[in-house]
């Protein structure tokens, strides 16, 4: 979301659940106006924040004249520092750590993997711990949520004859119609589906707005609510196209619920019959109890 309507944004993003304190918000207002001036951004955006155990990561990114160009990512809420831009070794690297974050950057984890060493002519296994910077894990993460779901409405950017791409002061935001198709919103990312198009494929597109990725041709995966990302990316449709991020970063494990249920159903399989009629009789599970109508009252 633009800092120039950052406190409007904040109270729209609210909706979804999450928000933040009015001191912080003041704080923001402020720091970010002096980040746009102290780096000479064309443009400051509110990325997000990133919830810690220790602390939390508030997120901010700076764009150019070029607002599909090179964002850089800025963090912490007053004191703002750059963030390294993300790399394919350091993404690879961090893929290996779980759960949520600490809140400080030069926290470091520790992950122990197999190495496969050589000493003469005799080759073996070796155990290698590997430190791994929370602030390499927090770049990797930006940069994978900005590629995944960063989106902007068609028409709120519009791009040159000359390459540069700028903020459409025209754009009054998508009508109804258009707000209920896919087609109507861009991923905020270099275009990558695009260019493998062929020229018979590009003949209805405009070349000043469809320059991105459309959602159209996203593989749909019917999820109402991702748990990676919880509480998740909040977008709004409006002239300045904002969008917010806040969670805890951490991806649920499904090894200890498929654990436990495959060794409950195995005991009951074990038990007797009077034992599987006791069973029986018991309450609901948690989520079956929510699906399941309240009985009615008898008259």
Not at 40 to 58: C, K, P, Q, T
Not at 220 to 249: A, E, M, N, W
Request: charge should be negative.
């Amino acid at each position: 979301m633009d800092s120039e309507s950052l406190l409007l944004s904040l109270e729209l993003a609210s909706g979804s659940g999450q928000g933040l304190s009015p001191d912080r918000r003041a704080s923001l207002l402020t720091s970010l106006l002096l980040v746009k001036r102290d780096y000479r951004y064309e443009r400051v955006l509110f990325w997000g924040r990133i919830l810690g155990l220790v602390a939390d990561y508030y997120i901010a990114q700076g764009l150019g004249e070029d607002q599909l160009g090179e964002r850089k990512s800025l963090l912490n809420c007053m004191e703002w520092s750059l963030l390294p831009p993300a790399t394919e070794e350091m993404l690879t690297q961090t893929s290996v750590v779980k759960g949520r974050f600490m809140g400080d950057p030069s926290h470091e984890y520790e992950h122990i993997e197999m190495q496969r060493m050589t000493e003469g002519d005799r080759t073996y296994e070796d155990e290698v711990v590997i430190q791994i910077k929370e602030e390499s894990r927090l770049v990797s993460v930006i940069d994978q949520i900005d590629k995944a779901v960063a989106i902007i409405p068609r028409g709120a950017l519009f791009k040159t004859p000359f390459g540069p791409v700028h903020i459409n002061r025209t754009f009054e935001g998508l009508t109804l119609a258009d707000s209920k198709k896919l087609s109507s919103y861009f991923h905020f990312a270099e275009p990558v589906e695009l260019k493998n198009k062929s020229l018979l494929e590009k003949a209805d597109l405009d070349p000043s707005l469809d320059f991105m990725d459309s959602l159209e041709h996203d593989i749909p995966k019917v999820i109402l609510t991702s748990l990676r990302y919880l509480p998740g990316y909040t977008h709004r449709d409006d002239p300045s196209g904002g969008c917010q991020h806040l969670s805890f970063i951490q991806r649920p494990s499904q090894q200890g619920i498929t654990a436990s249920h495959h060794s409950k159903a195995k005991q009951e399989g074990q038990s007797n019959r009077a034992g599987a009629k006791r069973a029986r009789s018991r309450p609901r599970p948690f989520l079956s109890t929510y699906l399941t109508p309240p009985p009615q009252p008898a008259y």
